[in-house]
């Protein structure tokens, strides 16, 4: 690593996946590197994340193929590592039109229909094939102690303008989520995708997931971590209601468990919103703004956790540009 580089200071703005994620990517190729946010870690989007790498509700473009394939290669090596939270596992995607997107099978080596018997009512197909699955609380935890090891600071502030930080960066990373346009001010594109969970302790001892992103009744996917599964969910854009709707998670509940019944013998440990940040492409470029040097990073809208490392590595090397 050059010199030079380990002398530029960096603040980045967001401590949800995407910020840890660049915080750590940075810190470990020498920047000093300091994270400001106005949430805890666990109190972010991110943490209300499924979390499965699989591109929901995301950019579909080369550059975030590239995004996705660097940050599988990364989850599968920190897979080895058992107390990151990161596991890798089999599961399927269930199929309900001809024309479902299978590009994520492109990335994964052993995918594969599944079998035609095993499919639920209804369905036309399922790609099926192991991908990391993250149990949030725990890697973020880990992620964020990592940072600390590697000398990052973490302020807690709300940040107003980017201006306050005329004289403290070299570098200014933006990776508020969903609100990155409001803080550059050129950019109201970014939108919320409402999302409710419903947190179920594994008992059941499950280990595969399963989505079924058009089943009539609404969205279904069951995501078992290490001692808990997510189960979902809907997925409502421009809604940016915070509270839990009680009705709706009955209703995850009963569609979900009738694609998988042991979920029926599952203690409910928490209801969970969240929203998500969307916008048609991620903002993923690096600007001038009102004299500070700004590397935008946001807009990662259902694929934040899937895309995070590819998107580290990036903002990494749009620093050296
Ligand atoms: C129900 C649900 C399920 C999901 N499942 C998956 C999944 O399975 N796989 C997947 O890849 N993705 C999933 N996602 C999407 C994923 O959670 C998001 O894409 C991701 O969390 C976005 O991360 P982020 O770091 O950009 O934003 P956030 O996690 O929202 O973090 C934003 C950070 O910016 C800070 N911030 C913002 N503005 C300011 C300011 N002005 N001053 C100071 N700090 C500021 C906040 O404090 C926070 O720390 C899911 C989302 C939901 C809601």
């Known amino acids: 690593m050059p010199q030079l580089l380990s002398s530029q200071k960096v603040t980045v703005i967001g401590a949800g996946v995407i910020g840890l994620s660049t915080a750590h990517e940075l810190a470990s190729h ?3 590197v300091t994270v400001v946010s106005d949430q805890d870690t666990l109190q972010t989007v991110s943490s209300v994340s499924a979390a499965i790498w699989f591109p929901y509700h995301s950019e ?7 995004l996705l394939s660097r940050t599988l290669s990364r989850f599968q090596a920190l897979s080895l590592i058992p107390e990151t939270g990161v596991d890798l596992r089999f599961g399927m995607d269930i199929e309900r039109r001809a024309d479902a997107d299978r590009s ?3 990335f994964v080596a052993d995918s594969a229909p599944a079998e035609p018997e095993i499919l639920p ?5 399922a790609m099926a094939g192991t991908v990391p699955v993250i149990t949030m609380p725990t890697y973020l935890s880990w992620l964020r ?3 600390t090891n590697l000398s990052v600071r973490f302020i807690e502030r709300t940040v107003k303008s980017l201006s306050e930080f005329t004289d403290e960066a070299d570098v200014v990373v933006l990776a508020a989520g969903l609100r990155g346009g409001e803080l550059l001010g050129d950019d109201d594109s970014v939108y919320p995708i409402r999302g409710q969970v419903v947190r179920l302790a594994n008992t059941v001892g499950l280990t595969e997931w399963i989505s079924d992103d058009d089943h009539p009744d609404g969205v279904i996917y ?3 971590r290490r001692d808990d599964i997510i189960v979902g969910g809907i997925d409502v854009d421009h809604d940016s209601n915070p509270e839990v709707d009680p009705q709706t998670s009955i209703d995850i509940l009963k569609r979900a468990t009738t694609l998988v019944s042991a979920l029926a013998d599952c203690e409910v440990l928490e209801h969970k919103v969240g929203l998500r940040p969307a916008r048609e492409t991620i903002r993923l470029e690096r600007l001038d703004v009102q004299g500070v040097s700004v590397i935008a990073a946001y807009g990662h809208g259902g694929g934040g956790v899937t895309m995070s490392w590819g998107t580290a590595q990036r903002v990494h090397e749009l620093m050296g540009s």
């Open 30 to 32: 020498g920047y000093q």
């Open 60 to 66: 579909n473009s080369p550059a975030a193929d590239l």
């Open 104 to 106: 994520w099978t492109n």
């Open 121 to 125: 009512e209804g369905a036309l197909a």
């Open 145 to 147: 102690g990592q940072c």
């Open 222 to 224: 069951v995501i078992p």
